[in-house]
């Protein structure tokens, strides 16, 4: 980015430290691995400033009619929409992260959806009357919870935040945003999209250090939820953080997903769903497919064919419509991802096309009959790998599954009837069955186990930011 720009209140530029503006974190373009931008942090007094704003916001935002905030963020979803705004925001989505451009558009599209359908969910509900005990009569409103933390990650640097503030925000709950500072360009972009059609200090954004600023906002009080996507490990510091004040927290952390195929599916399926739940994002999404298990006699034929697939793919600049596999965000993955693979004690098969020369290049491998007790195995790989497992009965993939410390997401592949009943055994939050898409805003997503804690998307996702409140009242 050559010349400055102001993004949701941020200057955004390829400047230096001055003494006015001690500090400033360059961005880097995976595809090239070179600086292309540098943006202002705020640290403690920014988060200060933010959260007196909120605070002072809250009341009135609250006290709107339902139907006039679903105004609000149908207004922002409308301009999410428009092809220019599309456009501007999926290219710094790609520059930030390495996300094919057509991905790019796609988690644009679905941000606007998120605010959509909170906006439909927010205009419909309204309080109840409940009369189980003679002479009274039972109120029951529900009111906004109060000022929320949405602490967001880089890998779906638009899409996760707007399936926080959506719903924070049509509940009446103000904002406090603190986006990835690996992708903090495209975040600030809908930051000031969303500002433009709320009042001043409904929605606050600091881009900075975590700990600087979520440390001030989750030691207050006035702070009363907390909505955070990241690690296991990150997600254990701040649940103990909120937990002296009993903060209600939606936590949606790390995962590992198992792919089962069953002894009668069809492989052709199994490897095109795999294609798409192993490579979104480029391998870096909580719910891509990790573990690919096997029926013993068909390990090997899905191995080959996965292979053969993944072979074709186009390691690329993630802005070229004709690439199909994009760069890692970050530096170090590539090495990281590496090492997993060279630690598995598996077959390892590692695609012929050469990476770019430069940039966070890891091109796709597979390692066949790993160790059980890799971390390739054990852990998220964030990255375009996968393990391919065999089974002999079914029952041992259900028991591994339940073993792990983890249950965000799985996959089944299978006659649909039968792949719905083993996905209903799954120790896991959302299985996809013969898909590799199952999330939608209008579904439920949460983790089990060690992948988090409440519920996102759906009607759960809105009540998350509504306290009930009864008002029991006497005949006279």
């Not at 964030?382 to 079914?394: I, R, T």
Request: proline residues 8%; glycine residues 10%.
């Amino acid at each position: 980015m050559h010349a400055s720009r102001t993004i949701g209140g941020v200057r955004i530029d390829g400047g230096t430290p001055t003494p006015e503006n001690p500090v400033r974190h360059e961005l880097t373009d995976p595809a090239t691995g070179a600086a292309w931008a540098s943006v202002e942090y705020g640290g403690e007094p920014e988060a200060r400033r933010a959260l007196d704003s909120a605070a002072k916001a809250l009341p009135d935002w609250a006290g709107l009619a339902p139907g006039r905030r679903a105004a609000s963020l149908r207004a922002i979803a409308a301009d999410l929409r428009e092809d220019r705004l599309t456009a501007e925001l999926a290219g710094l989505i790609t520059r930030e992260t390495g996300k094919r451009i057509a991905e790019a558009r796609a988690e644009v599209g679905l941000s606007a959806a998120f605010f959509e359908w909170f906006a439909d969910l927010a205009g419909s509900r309204s309080g109840r009357v409940w009369s189980h005990v003679p002479g009274l009569r039972h109120e029951v409103g529900e009111r906004a919870l109060g000022v929320v933390a949405v602490l967001t990650p880089w890998n779906f640097p638009v899409s996760i935040p707007a399936r926080k503030i959506a719903p924070a925000l049509a509940a009446g709950c103000s904002v406090l945003f603190k986006p990835s500072e690996v992708a903090p360009a495209s975040a600030l972009l809908l930051a000031e999209v969303v500002e433009r059609h709320v009042p001043s200090g409904v929605v606050s954004t600091v881009v900075g250090e975590p700990a600087a600023i979520s440390d001030v906002w989750l030691s207050d009080r006035r702070v009363r939820g907390l909505t955070f996507t990241g690690s296991t490990r990150v997600g254990r510091l701040l649940a103990a953080a909120v937990a002296p004040r009993f903060t209600r927290a939606v936590l949606e952390l790390g995962g590992n997903a198992p792919f089962v195929v069953l002894d009668d599916a069809d492989l052709d399926l199994a490897v095109d769903t795999l294609m798409v739940a192993k490579y979104r994002n480029n391998g870096q999404s909580c719910i891509a497919a990790n573990q690919v298990w096997a029926p013993r006699s068909l390990a090997d034929e899905l191995a080959d064919r996965f292979c053969r697939a993944s072979d074709r793919l186009v390691l690329g600049d993630p802005a070229d419509e004709a690439t199909t596999l994009g760069p890692l965000a970050l530096p170090t993955d590539p090495a990281r991802v590496d090492g997993l693979l060279d630690a598995s004690g598996g077959d390892v098969w590692r695609a012929a096309t050469p990476a770019p020369p430069t940039g966070h290049f890891a091109g796709p491998a597979v390692s066949v009959r790993p160790g059980r007790d890799s971390t390739l195995v054990r852990e998220e790989i964030f990255g375009p790998a996968v393990s391919v497992l065999e089974y002999d009965a079914l029952e041992t993939v259900l028991e591994a599954v339940a073993a792990s410390p983890y249950g965000l997401g799985g996959y089944v592949i299978g006659p649909p009837r039968r792949a719905a009943d083993v996905a209903r055994s799954l120790d896991v939050g959302i299985v996809g069955v013969n898909t590799g898409s199952p999330n939608t805003p209008q579904v439920p997503f949460a983790g089990l186990k060690d992948s988090g804690l409440g519920v996102e998307g759906s009607h759960l996702g809105l009540e998350a930011f509504l306290s009930p409140q009864t008002v029991a009242v006497g005949d006279c």
